[in-house]
Every structure is written in structure tokens, then in C-alpha cells.
């Protein structure tokens, strides 16, 4: 029982197809990972079964896909995860736990997240007023001025230009914004690409003067349904399990839970 690692999105793929194909869901965020990952890695189990999957964000922080407890400690161990000790690792919780305990390194939760796949998509009751629709080039501004305020929101550090960030998602059709009755953007959601058999929403935000009307909830059906329209087997989201207001209206949409998420932060070296 081995982890192996490759910067190759070709050479991972071709040994972890299955693995990833059989649960493209709970694999999610490496899915959206492996093309621009600085190191892909997957456990194979003493019969060559690949049981296990991890790429390495650019920023350096590992997600762990599925895989078992063992695969995961594993990876504390000297030869187990290559390069630097990571500052922090996410994916699925037990999976988190059982990597950062058998570092040695003292830490703490950084956030915790819950997996949401839609099921029926269920129009929001009421309707919020305004209209949704695609963001052109002339939003790209305040797109990318949304974009840092919503890293803000979620704990991150943001970025000191998101331009390129948010052209490539508005040139792909992928950015959705609603406009309010008075026709000014007041929300957006984006679509990560199909990968995998799934996509996944992000950058969902609304900022703080306009909220409670709403049109969070509109934008992301809009995003929603257009996903399904354009044929996405499956349409995921996280949620952060610290605000309970998103957990519910994602719930009313016809999101359901998968399974929870942890992203941990190491503050110091081996005891």
C-alpha cells in the first residue's frame, strides 16, 4: 500500500479514473483541481485498487479526496506527502482529522463545510424582485470588487486583483448576476466547470446593503438551472456549517446533504 504523486493531470487520471468516477461528488474539490494542481497524488491498495486521491492546490494547501483513514495518516509519515509541511489541508472530515493527528503538529479548525448536491430544483417562494442574467465585460470591475470582498467573507486572504479571475468565468458564460428592480447587479453566483460529471457553485454573494431580499436566493437558481439546462449531471455547493442562514436557503432550493468538510490550520511543528 503506496501513495503515488505526479504533476502529470494525464498520468493521474489514467490511475485514479475509477476511483474518481465512482463517487465524482465527494471527489469534488480535487475535480476542480487537477488541471491547475502543483502535485496529484493517489493511494493503491496491496491488489494495485487506487482507494484514495489528493491534489495540491497552487497555493500549496492539499485537498484530500476520498479516501480511507489509513491513506490519510499515511501521508504524516516521512516520505508521505512531498515537499513542505502544508500550513493547512482540507477535505472530508474524518479523513482531515485522521491526516492532521498523525502529523504530530498542534492545530486547529479553520472552517467546516458541508458537500450540498441539488436534487429537485425548487423555485424560491417568494420570487425576489429583479431579473437574472449573464455578466458581460462591463461587469468585470464590479465582479472583481465583489469577488474580494466575498474572500473576506469567508475568512481569506483576497487576492490584489481578481480581473483575470472573474474575465475568465464571465467569458465562459459561467457568472451570473441579478439585477434588482431598479436594474442594478445586487448578487452573483458562479459554475465551476463540468468535471467529472459534476459542477460546482461558488462566489456566491450578495454584498451587505442588499441583503435580506432575497436575491441570493434568486441568482443561485438562476446558476442552477442554467447548470442543468446545459446537460451537468450532477450540481454541487458548499456551505460554511457556521451560517445557518445559507444551509437553509440552499435547502429550500432542493439542495441536499453529502457529506461534511473540514479545512484545518497547523500553528506549529511536531511536538
Known sequence: ???????????????AAEHLAADPARNTAVLTLVDRAGRLGWWEE??????????????GVP???VMTEE?????????????????QVGGETAAVEAYAEATGRPWTPAVRLRLFRLGEL???????????RLATGADVPLVAAWTGEYAVAIGEEPAGDYTGFVT??????RLWLWEGPDG???????????????????LVYTP????????????????????LDAGAPQVLLFTDLANPTSNALYQRLGYRPVTDHLRVAFTGLAR
Open 63 to 65: 485537498a484530500l479526496g
Open 46 to 59: 496491496a491488489d494495485g485498487t487506487v482507494t484514495g486521491v489528493l491534489a495540491v492546490a497552487p497555493a
Open 122 to 132: 425548487t423555485p424560491p417562494d417568494p420570487a425576489p424582485a429583479g431579473t437574472a
Open 208 to 227: 451587505p446593503a442588499e441583503r435580506g431580499r432575497g436575491y441570493a436566493a434568486g441568482v443561485t437558481e438562476a446558476v442552477s438551472r442554467a447548470a
Open 168 to 173: 475568465e468565468r464571465i467569458s465562459e458564460g
Open 1 to 15: 500500500m503506496t501513495w503515488s504523486f505526479t504533476d502529470s493531470a494525464a498520468a493521474f487520471r489514467a490511475a
Open 184 to 202: 442594478r447587479p445586487v448578487s452573483m453566483a458562479a459554475v465551476s466547470r463540468t468535471s467529472g460529471g459534476q459542477v460546482r457553485l461558488h
Open 71 to 87: 491513506a490519510a495518516r499515511a501521508l504524516a509519515l516521512p516520505g508521505g506527502l512531498p515537499g513542505e509541511q502544508p500550513t
